[in-house]
């Protein structure tokens, strides 16, 4: 996930203008590695409606999008073969997945991951601090009904100034495997 120095992953209106204008032309992130290790993505409505303001469709995997509103229709043409909606909730998608042979889920948006958190289903977080202060908006992380102790991994810098942390989730103080 992408954030602000000060915490945000969008502007209150959802807006991402500011993460659109980070020179990182030349640099992956570590990105085509990470995308290589998952499975498909999860995403909530509102990042799909923002990704679908994007030029291109910018994932070669899977995606499951989350949404009580959504329907079939909602879905363009174009991505039809790309995209399955779901109203299950985290718990019940990730078994449904798994049935389906997933293994790993990038799981994306703000709220989404917090009740993926929520639901002690996250087993490690990527943080990737964008040098910008955007003074509010949209924060990643929300309230949460116990704490999230985590492992710290790595911390690798860029020569675009991005700066991405990897962390591991840990259950009842030890790693998850």
Same mark, same amino acid.
């Given at each position: 996930?992408?954030?602000?120095?000060?915490?945000?992953?969008?502007?209150?209106?959802?807006?991402?203008?500011?993460?659109?204008?980070?020179?990182?032309?030349?640099?992956?992130?570590?990105?085509?590695?990470?995308?290589?290790?998952?499975?498909?993505?999860?995403?909530?409505?509102?990042?799909?409606?923002?990704?679908?303001?994007?030029?291109?469709?910018?994932?070669?995997?899977?995606?499951?999008?989350?949404?009580? @509103?959504?329907?079939?229709?909602? /879905?363009?043409? $174009? #991505?039809?073969?790309?995209?399955? &909606?779901?109203?299950?909730?985290?718990? !019940?998608?990730?078994?449904?997945?798994?049935?389906?042979?997933?293994?790993?889920?990038?799981?994306?948006?703000?709220?989404?991951?917090?009740?993926?958190?929520?639901?002690?289903?996250?087993?490690?977080?990527?943080? @990737?601090?964008?040098?910008?202060? /955007?003074?509010? $908006? #949209?924060?990643?992380?929300?309230? &949460?009904?116990?704490?999230?102790?985590? !492992?710290?991994?790595?911390?690798?810098?860029?020569?675009?100034?991005?700066?991405?942390?990897?962390?591991?989730?840990?259950?009842?103080?030890?790693?998850?495997?």
């Amino acid at each position: 996930m992408a954030m602000s120095l000060d915490g945000y992953i969008a502007r209150a209106d959802g807006n991402l203008d500011w993460l659109m204008k980070q020179k990182t032309e030349g640099e992956d992130h570590g990105y085509d590695t990470f995308m290589a290790s998952v499975d498909g993505l999860i995403m909530g409505r509102g990042s799909f409606e923002k990704v679908l303001t994007f030029d291109d469709w910018p994932y070669q995997k899977p995606v499951v999008v989350m949404s009580q @509103t959504l329907t079939d229709t909602d /879905i363009p043409d $174009g #991505l039809r073969n790309k995209v399955a &909606l779901s109203t299950l909730e985290p718990g !019940e998608l990730m078994h449904e997945l798994g049935r389906k042979g997933w293994q790993r889920a990038y799981v994306d948006g703000g709220k989404i991951i917090q009740s993926f958190l929520r639901a002690g289903l996250i087993s490690d977080i990527t943080i @990737t601090h964008i040098p910008i202060l /955007i003074g509010e $908006g #949209l924060p990643f992380f929300g309230p &949460l009904d116990r704490d999230v102790d985590l !492992e710290h991994l790595e911390t690798r810098s860029f020569a675009s100034g991005l700066v991405s942390s990897q962390y591991r989730t840990r259950q009842d103080g030890k790693p998850t495997q």
